[in-house]
């Protein structure tokens, strides 16, 4: 009976040891050496962040700026550019920031149509006289790259839609880390009736960039 119980108790003693995952048990006279493995895993997300005006670096920000040609009474249509305000840098300006972690980012921008007055029979004016200006930003993010990105071109069809051509920043050892600034300006080269033309979604005022990656 003595034997049985003494057996059982060496087995549950020792039973832990042949449990682990990874473990080595020596005994020797002399000299005696026993190694154990760990294995390390690191799991990084994808993020695409994308920030055209105001906004909050790597986070969600939902300011809109709205930006205002207001054309001098003297100057209608006069082929004389007229700059804008109420984006969150001078003179009718925007940051553009741009950071990605699985490969090239492509920008889009998507409108509903051309800048409607709301008034039935009134022109609209064609998105290809909204000038855009790339340029850097005044001072550089740590971490980015500070330069001009091209603006895709907006899409100047009576019903809106996408840019037909994309703009590719290309990443570097996988990462896209880039940042600039888009100004912004009104050709005013058609003399138009009195009336505020865009300035809602309704009146297709509102113009939607996307940045995409894989």
Do not use: C
């Amino acid at each position: 009976m003595k034997k049985i119980l003494l057996t059982a108790a060496v087995a549950l003693t020792l039973a832990p040891i042949f449990a682990q995952a990874e473990s080595n048990f020596v005994t020797s006279s002399g000299a005696q050496s026993a190694n154990a493995k760990l294995d390390f895993k690191i799991v990084v997300p994808k993020v695409l962040f994308l920030q055209v005006g105001t906004g909050t670096n790597l986070a969600n920000n939902a300011t809109v700026n709205e930006l205002s040609f207001d054309v001098p009474a003297g100057g209608i249509g006069n082929g004389t550019p007229v700059a804008g305000t109420g984006g969150d840098l001078a003179s009718g300006g925007v940051t553009v920031r741009v950071l990605g972690n699985s490969g090239n980012v492509t920008l889009t921008n998507a409108t509903t149509g051309q800048l409607s007055s709301g008034v039935a029979g009134n022109p609209t004016v064609p998105w290809t006289d909204i000038a855009v200006t790339a340029a850097a930003l005044p001072s550089t993010t740590t971490g980015y790259t500070n330069a001009a990105i091209a603006h895709p071109p907006f899409n100047n069809a009576a019903a809106g839609g996408a840019s037909a051509t994309a703009t590719t920043l290309t990443a570097t050892a996988g990462l896209v880390r880039r940042e600039g600034s888009w100004t912004f300006a009104y050709a005013n080269t058609a003399t138009l009736p009195a009336g505020t033309y865009g300035d809602s979604a309704v009146n297709n005022g509102r113009v939607t960039y996307t940045a995409t990656a894989p």
